[in-house]
């Protein structure tokens, strides 16, 4: 942000930084140590911010895959077939990628507290028409609509983030928060099968509703804004309203209003689609998504068919994914910053983006090779904890990829990392919510080891993308640079 150092009159207050711009209207500015900055506040403020969004960021990714341990009993309930309900993890998986297409440039316009508050609160009502849907049309419907309004957590959580947090301790705190999107889909079955075998599917909405609904009201309590535009924004209106005459922010956009919000709603697609490096990224991570949604909703068949399992113990077999996310969590993430801060020391202390990418290279790794393992241990029916201690290391190398990619977004785009954060999103929850429906065919066609080999060699062919961009990344930025 800017120092206040703008050609003019320069002013200090332990609040404020005035200058003048050339119309004599004063520049408010955020001053050195001013306690309204976001990144100053002190650090349980920004950790409430951080859990309150992170709640949101698990609860809708909860949502999408918590019913599928009563895919079964929800076809038949509503007397459809298996596939036809896959349709609502689809409906809900899709919208929660387009939703970040509009949300993010929202944050970017109005503020991110208002979006949180708004739409989480929308989220948690239509919580209640899916449990009361009468049938598969209605519940793929409502769900869609959920799906959209639960993005907010996700489309917004990267930038609430980058808006608290300097970018040399920034990994950390966000491999935390991006637990969300990833343990939401790994939990969610396992409280999913636990209430529909105790209860009935339609209580796994009913839960639903309950703790969005003290998510939001803590949100409306706890929840401050974060975005330093939204923040001067509302100090600019106090002073002309308290001290009349004219006042601006520092780089405040004259433009007319429509005018923004038009060009803030095209700039996550126009990043997705003119920077290589976001759209291979995004296609990588899609793949990913696309796998972790097709293994989830093919577990019953699974270890349900294959091993046994009753629905419970289903469920506990997603808790394999989770454990590799805290493993990651816990000792790989928070070197992101240790090998950034070193890096960028090294190279002068200038920081690049690129530093955030040779940790991904574990995930290169570790994905395809787990996904083998998988794959084959399953065909030839090997015993089922060989078959789960894979998906730990699955899960291992997607939160380092994810985590890696994310903060490679935020640091390429800094002012817009929303945007760039929500470009990614919406290919990888697209992509990956569409891939289930045709996985079914595809393991019934050539069995569990060459279909979940199919997704094995295609993570393959992405592997190198962390050490290309490493090297080449700064290049390509350059090469495609474009105005936001």
Same mark, same amino acid.
């Given at each position: 942000m800017s120092d206040g150092t703008a050609n003019g009159t320069h002013e200090r207050t332990g609040l404020l930084s005035f200058t003048e711009d050339d119309n004599s209207r004063k520049i408010i500015d955020f001053s050195d140590w001013d306690e309204e900055d976001p990144r100053n506040w002190p650090k349980s403020r920004k950790l409430t911010n951080v859990g309150i969004i992170a709640l949101m960021a698990v609860l809708s990714p909860l949502a999408s895959s918590m019913f599928t341990p009563g895919i079964s009993e929800i076809a038949k309930d509503l007397k459809t077939s298996d596939d036809v309900i896959v349709g609502a993890t689809t409906s809900f998986v899709v919208f929660l990628g387009i939703g970040p297409l509009i949300l993010a440039p929202l944050s970017e316009t109005f503020g991110r507290r208002k979006l949180y508050l708004i739409c989480f609160s929308i989220f948690a009502? #239509?919580? +209640?028409?899916?449990? #009361?849907?009468?049938?598969a049309a209605s519940l793929i419907a409502v769900r869609a609509i959920s799906?959209?309004?639960? *993005?907010?957590?996700?489309?917004? &959580?990267? &930038?609430?983030?980058?808006?608290?947090?300097?970018?040399?301790?920034?990994?950390?705190?966000?491999?935390?928060? #991006?637990?969300?999107?990833?343990l939401g889909p790994t939990l969610g079955p396992l409280f999913g099968g636990l209430i529909v075998q105790h209860l009935s599917w339609r209580w796994v909405f009913w839960f639903l509703a309950i703790i969005c609904t003290?998510?939001?009201?803590?949100?409306f309590l706890l929840l401050r804004e974060s975005y330093a535009p939204a923040i001067l924004e509302n100090r600019r209106q106090k002073y002309e309203e308290s001290q009349g005459g004219k006042f601006r922010i520092v780089n405040q956009d004259d433009r007319p209003f429509w005018t %923004?919000?038009?060009?803030?709603?095209?700039?996550? #697609? %126009?990043?997705l689609f003119t920077q290589p490096i976001v759209l291979i990224m995004a296609i990588w991570q899609a793949i990913l998504f696309g796998t972790t949604y097709s293994l989830y909703t093919n577990f019953e068949d699974i270890y349900g068919g294959i091993y046994g399992f009753s629905t419970t113990q289903v469920g506990l077999v997603y808790l394999g994914p989770g454990i590799g996310f805290f493993i990651a969590v816990w000792f790989i993430i928070p070197k992101i910053d240790t090998i950034y801060n070193y890096l960028s020391k090294k190279h002068h202390d200038e920081p690049q983006p690129e530093y955030r990418l040779p940790l991904a290279n574990i995930g290169?790794?570790?994905i395809p090779g787990s996904l083998f393992w998988f794959a084959w241990t399953v065909h030839y029916k090997a015993h089922w904890a060989v078959t789960v201690l894979s998906t730990v290391f699955f899960g291992l190398g997607q939160i380092t990829i994810l985590n890696t990619a994310q903060n490679y977004y935020i640091d390429s785009f800094s002012?817009?990392?929303?945007?760039?954060?929500?470009?990614?999103?919406?290919?990888? *929850?697209?992509? &990956?919510?569409? +891939?289930? +429906?045709?996985?079914?065919?595809?393991?019934?066609?050539?069995?569990?080891?060459?279909?979940? *080999?199919?997704?094995?060699?295609?993570?393959?062919?992405?592997s190198p993308a962390p050490v290309l961009f490493y090297y080449y990344g700064g290049w390509i930025r350059e090469a495609f640079a474009i105005d936001l």
């Amino acid at each position: 942000m800017s120092d206040g150092t703008a050609n003019g009159t320069h002013e200090r207050t332990g609040l404020l930084s005035f200058t003048e711009d050339d119309n004599s209207r004063k520049i408010i500015d955020f001053s050195d140590w001013d306690e309204e900055d976001p990144r100053n506040w002190p650090k349980s403020r920004k950790l409430t911010n951080v859990g309150i969004i992170a709640l949101m960021a698990v609860l809708s990714p909860l949502a999408s895959s918590m019913f599928t341990p009563g895919i079964s009993e929800i076809a038949k309930d509503l007397k459809t077939s298996d596939d036809v309900i896959v349709g609502a993890t689809t409906s809900f998986v899709v919208f929660l990628g387009i939703g970040p297409l509009i949300l993010a440039p929202l944050s970017e316009t109005f503020g991110r507290r208002k979006l949180y508050l708004i739409c989480f609160s929308i989220f948690a009502v #239509l919580q +209640i028409p899916t449990a #009361l849907s009468p049938n598969a049309a209605s519940l793929i419907a409502v769900r869609a609509i959920s799906g959209f309004f639960g *993005s907010v957590g996700i489309a917004n &959580g990267g &930038g609430t983030i980058s808006d608290m947090f300097h970018p040399s301790e920034r990994a950390g705190i966000f491999g935390w928060y #991006l637990l969300g999107p990833l343990l939401g889909p790994t939990l969610g079955p396992l409280f999913g099968g636990l209430i529909v075998q105790h209860l009935s599917w339609r209580w796994v909405f009913w839960f639903l509703a309950i703790i969005c609904t003290v998510n939001t009201i803590l949100a409306f309590l706890l929840l401050r804004e974060s975005y330093a535009p939204a923040i001067l924004e509302n100090r600019r209106q106090k002073y002309e309203e308290s001290q009349g005459g004219k006042f601006r922010i520092v780089n405040q956009d004259d433009r007319p209003f429509w005018t %923004k919000l038009g060009e803030s709603m095209q700039r996550p #697609l %126009k990043i997705l689609f003119t920077q290589p490096i976001v759209l291979i990224m995004a296609i990588w991570q899609a793949i990913l998504f696309g796998t972790t949604y097709s293994l989830y909703t093919n577990f019953e068949d699974i270890y349900g068919g294959i091993y046994g399992f009753s629905t419970t113990q289903v469920g506990l077999v997603y808790l394999g994914p989770g454990i590799g996310f805290f493993i990651a969590v816990w000792f790989i993430i928070p070197k992101i910053d240790t090998i950034y801060n070193y890096l960028s020391k090294k190279h002068h202390d200038e920081p690049q983006p690129e530093y955030r990418l040779p940790l991904a290279n574990i995930g290169a790794v570790l994905i395809p090779g787990s996904l083998f393992w998988f794959a084959w241990t399953v065909h030839y029916k090997a015993h089922w904890a060989v078959t789960v201690l894979s998906t730990v290391f699955f899960g291992l190398g997607q939160i380092t990829i994810l985590n890696t990619a994310q903060n490679y977004y935020i640091d390429s785009f800094s002012k817009y990392a929303a945007s760039a954060i929500a470009a990614g999103a919406v290919f990888r *929850s697209i992509i &990956g919510g569409i +891939i289930p +429906i045709f996985t079914p065919s595809l393991f019934r066609q050539v069995g569990y080891g060459w279909g979940v *080999s199919v997704f094995a060699f295609t993570s393959l062919l992405l592997s190198p993308a962390p050490v290309l961009f490493y090297y080449y990344g700064g290049w390509i930025r350059e090469a495609f640079a474009i105005d936001l």
